[in-house]
């Protein structure tokens, strides 16, 4: 059996919220096992509904954060912290400043850092010393890019410097004033780094994603498509609604 000859499970609902809502329970339900647990955590539109259940869960039914670990899959370079579209404050607004996380445990690649490469090295040893994660969040780009791991990526590579693709950069501008204000490039997990994860819940949800998650599941694995590189994982699953998963019967992908 080569490496990559694992298939993910496949979970399709018919609404987007209701996937966020059964992450949200396999989290809890890892949390109850293991207080102090590391969750990996992704941005982006997809995980909104995720956290904003978590929330919820903390909030009514007591779900405590305070022991775990939290590991952000990346960040944008450039960016200031409170800037309106830096996945800090992404994260804060959506879920850190609502649960008992601990902020000593909370980590984002710093994409202010002086020493860009020290950072990615930083960030390593920290997911080696805190690590392995326990449960990693995955969101999905259009263009099958696993974090910020664009098509070209090494699929071998630890916590790097990346430079985005123009279709990411045109999909994320909605959190921008404008294109040009989008960085140019960001700090990212590897996808050795994630592979090392013990447990992989990748969401994804509308029409935009169906190519990326049809080659995710059936696509020859290359850095053409780095979602490819989960078929080398064996406890993957995927989250989706219908419209993410309807060419998964295709005879082809898109
Ligand atoms: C960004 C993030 C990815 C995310 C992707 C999809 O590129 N770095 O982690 O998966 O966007 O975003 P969305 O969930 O908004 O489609």
């Known amino acids: 059996m080569s ?23 396999l989290i809890a339900e890892l949390l109850r096992a293991k207080p102090n647990a590391v969750l990996g955590l992704a941005t982006g539109s997809t995980p909104i509904g995720l956290y904003a259940e978590l929330v919820r869960m903390h909030r009514e039914d007591g779900l405590d954060f305070s022991r775990a670990t939290f590991f952000n899959l990346d960040e944008y370079v ?26 000593d445990r909370t980590f984002i690649p710093n994409g202010m850092a002086a020493d860009l490469q020290a950072e990615c090295r930083r960030y390593e040893a920290l997911l080696r010393e805190y690590g392995p994660v326990d449960l990693q969040i995955l969101g999905i780009g259009v263009n099958g890019h696993i974090g910020f791991n664009e098509p070209g990526a090494d699929l071998n590579g630890d916590t790097n410097i990346v430079t985005l693709a123009d279709k990411t950069r045109k999909d994320n501008a909605r959190f921008f004033d404008n294109l040009d204000a989008v960085p140019t490039s960001a700090l990212t997990m590897g996808i050795a780094s994630i592979l090392r994860a013990r447990r992989i ?31 080398g994982h064996d406890n993957v699953a ?17």
């Not at 450039?78 to 902020?103: K, Q, Y």
Request: charged letters at 20%; hydrophobic letters at 50%; glycine letters at 4%.
């Open 3 to 25: 490496v990559y000859e694992h298939k993910p499970a496949v979970a399709v609902f018919h609404e987007a919220h209701e996937a966020g809502i059964a992450a949200a329970k």
């Open 78 to 103: 450039g960016l200031p912290r409170e800037h309106v579209a830096s996945f800090h404050r992404f994260m804060r607004e959506h879920l850190f400043d609502h649960i008992n996380a601990m902020p």
């Open 201 to 231: 819940l990748l969401l994804a949800f509308g029409e935009a994603k169906r190519e990326a998650i049809c080659k995710l599941m059936s696509a020859s694995v290359s850095p053409a498509c780095p979602a490819t590189a989960l078929r």
């Open 238 to 254: 995927l989250l989706l609604d219908a419209q993410a998963a309807s060419a998964l019967d295709a005879p082809a992908c898109p």
